[in-house]
């Protein structure tokens, strides 16, 4: 028997996809702004930090790359409050993510640190500035510049693992895909709708990131 295809039913349930959208949304501008400066100040700690500080970043940044996201959310969502950290659904995830973006982006802003000419810090020094100020001001920016559209893929890919959160009730689009296919027993409908919405949020970051990369970069065209 032909499988009839079904979306008029969905209708009813578009609160609770334009609520998904709305928290993936959310979960991918904190979790982004927060994981990216998360990134840089590894970075920082990597390159131009205190000798005693790169072996605690190091072992955060392998910790992170080679375990799984889901089980990072598990740890923070079910693991900290053994140890009295509550944390809520939204706050968990968050966390999860910032934590998970800033070990990639910090691997991420190393390389465009790393490639930046010598001589961009020997005119940091030259000016009587200290290593932060340096950094801050002379390599940042030219690092970036670098490595701009790979964030911007790496935080597309977050955004894209923030699917998992709905394993600890957290309502986004994957959450509200999983609900309407159980009430309404239209699985293809429900995830093909969710599908094409990610679809549309990825575009949708790449074209912010392509703006912000615009804004401070204004010479150069950085993402694609």
Request: contains cysteine; charged residues 10%; positive net charge.
């Amino acid at each position: 028997m032909a499988y009839s295809f079904d979306f008029s039913s969905l209708g009813a349930y578009a609160p609770v996809i334009a609520k998904g959208v709305a928290v993936t949304l959310e979960l991918i501008a904190v979790g982004g702004v927060l994981g990216v400066t998360l990134g840089i100040a590894c970075a920082w700690a990597k390159t131009q930090g205190p000798r005693w500080l790169r072996p605690l970043v190091e072992a955060y940044v392998e910790l992170i790359r080679n375990t799984p996201f889901l089980i990072q959310l598990f740890f923070i969502f079910f693991g900290l409050p053994a140890i009295g950290v509550g944390l809520t659904e939204m706050q968990a995830a968050i966390l999860a993510m910032v934590i998970n973006l800033g070990a990639y982006a910090c691997e991420i802003i190393r390389a465009g640190i790393e490639a930046t000419p010598k001589g961009q810090f020997e005119a940091g020094a030259s000016l009587a500035m200290s290593r932060v100020q340096t950094f801050r001001h002379v390599v940042l920016v030219p690092a970036l510049q670098k490595i701009w559209p790979a964030l911007s893929s790496q935080i597309v890919i977050v955004m894209f693992g923030s699917a998992v959160c709905s394993q600890i009730s957290v309502e986004e689009l994957t959450f509200a895909a999983n609900f309407i296919q159980s009430r309404t027993f239209r699985a293809f409908e429900a995830y093909i709708v969710a599908t094409v919405l990610y679809l549309a949020l990825a575009v949708l970051v790449r074209q912010v990131m392509r703006g912000i990369g615009a804004l401070v970069f204004p010479r150069r065209s950085v993402a694609r």
